[in-house]
Every structure is written in C-alpha cells, then in structure tokens.
C-alpha cells in the first residue's frame, strides 16, 4: 500500500508538471497577439458559468454549456493558421527560454548603438524597434522573418538605401534581429512636430501601442530620436542613447 501511494503522489506529480507545461506554452504562444483577448473572454465566460451553477441560474448554465460546446468547434476553424503554427513552433523551440546574462544584454546594446552611430554619420534613415514584455507578433508577421543574431553590420546592411530590406523598421528581441521591413503603426499625436516625417510618426506610433522602444535615425540630418511611451526625445548622441537603452533594457527581464 505504502509503494502503490508513492506510485501515485510521483504519478500527480507528473501530469502536474505535464499540465503546466501545456498552459505556459499555450500563454507563451498567445502573448502579443489578438488572440489574448479572446483567452480573456473565454475566461469571464467560465466564471460566469460557475457563478451561475452556485447560484441555481439552471436556464443559464445550459445556454453557456451549448455555447462552449459551439465555440470549441468556431476557434479550431477561426484560429487554424495559428494552431497549425503554434505546433510548427513546439516541434522547433525550447520548452524553457534561456534569457541572456547582463552581460550579453550590454554587449547587444553596444553593437545597436554603433551601427547607430555609423547610419547618423552616413545620414542613412532607419527605423528599430525593441521589443520589451509586451509582444510585437502583428507587426514582426508585417515584415520579414529573419530570427538572426543581432551584429552593428547587419544593421547597417539592412538600412542600406539599396538593400531589399530596408523600408520599414526592424524589430530587436533580446540578442536577435527578428524581422525587418515590418509596418509599425502611425501615430495620431497632434502635438507632434509637423516637419517630421512617416519614420518618426510610425516610431511614436509604435510606441504608444506597445513598451517597445524605438530608435530613430533621420535620412535629412542624421538626427538620432528616441521614442518610448509615446515621448520623442531628439538629437541624441551615442553616449546619450548607450545610457538610456542600458536604464531601459540592461536588465535581465
């Protein structure tokens, strides 16, 4: 009896273990997209159904079970593509995210701030985006998928007035350039200068929708700005832009 319950507690244990890590892929695959709002109203529905059972809404609680039973069988249809993804994505990536040491984080900032640097001297426009907690998944599926290790030179390659790739802006997730050519969303702000241009807008625009922040490079001047919670900061210099991406980003998250 005492080896049949120790073969149970090990047996709870792992299904446990193994339902965590369904549920923490699960959330992990639907932050930053549209379909979180969709977990959320499935979540109120639930509780509501709960709370009508305790309370002996018996009329209720059928409806909300037919309705589940509906629209189990509405989200496999509606939402295909993204599970078909999400099980591409299983197969692909780790089950637990190894984040990169301070060290790594402060090195990536450097090789950002120096092709920075390089594009401002050049006068070459661009616009770079770098994600923080909120997901950036709308605006990476806009552009080009790239998943490649972020260097100050392929920066500049991808800005590069000539090269395929450089309309739109270019989003930065830890140590790894994850797309370029991405469309970030214009902002709306009366109050923002009238002689700035789509990059600057797009950059704030961005910013007021996500945590990300945005570096931009003007192609008239060079200027280096600075976009976060929808506030623009201008004509840095490379010093000036090291310390706040570090006060922003140089923490392991």
């Given amino acids: 009896m005492e080896l049949l319950a120790r073969f149970l507690n090990w047996k709870t244990i792992i299904e446990v273990l193994i339902l965590w890590v369904v549920v923490y892929r699960i959330f992990l695959f639907l932050k930053g997209t549209k379909a979180v709002y969709l977990l959320r109203g499935i979540i109120i529905l639930i509780i509501a159904f709960f709370i009508s059972q305790k309370l002996g809404l018996f009329v209720l609680s059928w409806l909300l079970t037919k309705f589940f039973a509906i629209f189990l069988i509405l989200i496999v249809i509606v939402f295909q593509p993204e599970l078909r993804e999400g099980l591409i994505r299983l197969g692909k990536k780790h089950i637990f ?51 490649a290790d972020l260097t100050s030179e392929l920066l500049q390659n991808i800005f590069f007035p000539s090269a395929p790739l450089h309309d739109g802006g270019v989003i930065i997730d830890e140590t790894k350039v994850i797309a370029s050519s991405c469309l970030f969303p214009l902002s709306e702000n009366p109050n923002i200068e009238r002689a700035l241009g789509m990059r600057h807008r797009a950059g704030v625009g961005l910013s007021e929708h996500s945590d990300a922040v945005i570096i931009i490079i003007s192609e008239e001047n060079g200027a280096v700005s600075l976009a976060i919670n929808g506030q623009l900061t201008r004509n840095l210099t490379p010093n000036d832009l090291f310390t706040i991406l570090k006060g922003q980003l140089g923490k392991p998250r």
Avoid at 116 to 121: E, F, H, P, Q
């Fill in 97 to 147: 995210h190894i984040e990169p040491k301070k060290e790594e984080i402060e090195k990536t900032l450097r090789e950002i701030v120096s092709a920075v640097g390089a594009l401002s001297r050049k006068k070459i426009g661009a616009l770079i985006a770098i994600k923080r907690e909120m997901g950036l998944k709308s605006y990476i599926e806009s552009g080009i998928y790239l998943d």
